[in-house]
């Protein structure tokens, strides 16, 4: 399984982005979805996951501003972050896998100025 994200850049503090992750391969059991994001010195942490059946999780602390959805038909599942702020910098990954998050996509930067 291979997973494309794309999306990253730079976004000025209190707008939004959409992430996307595409994955390709034997992608016939990912059921789960989800993004991490791993922001400069820290360690990677959960924004949110979706199941096949389109049912999300968030992180208790991405609640609110992150969205995360997901098209089966593309096998490519989003995030949608508004009101960004300076301390969502970070290298946004995607990841998949049939229960949790086994295979990883190589991440995008997203990087928000003031």
């Known amino acids: 399984v291979q997973l494309q994200a794309s999306g990253g850049g730079l976004v000025q503090a209190g707008g939004s982005r959409r992430l996307s992750c595409r994955a390709s391969?034997?992608?016939?059991?990912?059921?789960?979805m989800g993004w991490y994001r791993q922001a400069p010195g820290q360690q990677r942490e959960l924004v949110a996951s979706?199941?096949?059946?389109?049912?999300?999780t968030y992180a208790d602390s991405m609640k609110g501003r992150f969205t995360i959805s997901r098209d089966n038909a593309m096998n490519t599942v989003y995030l949608q972050i508004d009101g960004l702020k300076l301390e969502d910098t970070a290298v946004y990954y995607c990841s998949a896998g049939m229960m949790g998050p086994r295979y990883w996509g190589k991440g995008t930067l997203v990087t928000v100025s003031s």
């Open positions: 391969g034997m992608i016939w059991n990912l059921n789960f």
């Open positions: 979706i199941t096949s059946s389109g049912e999300p």
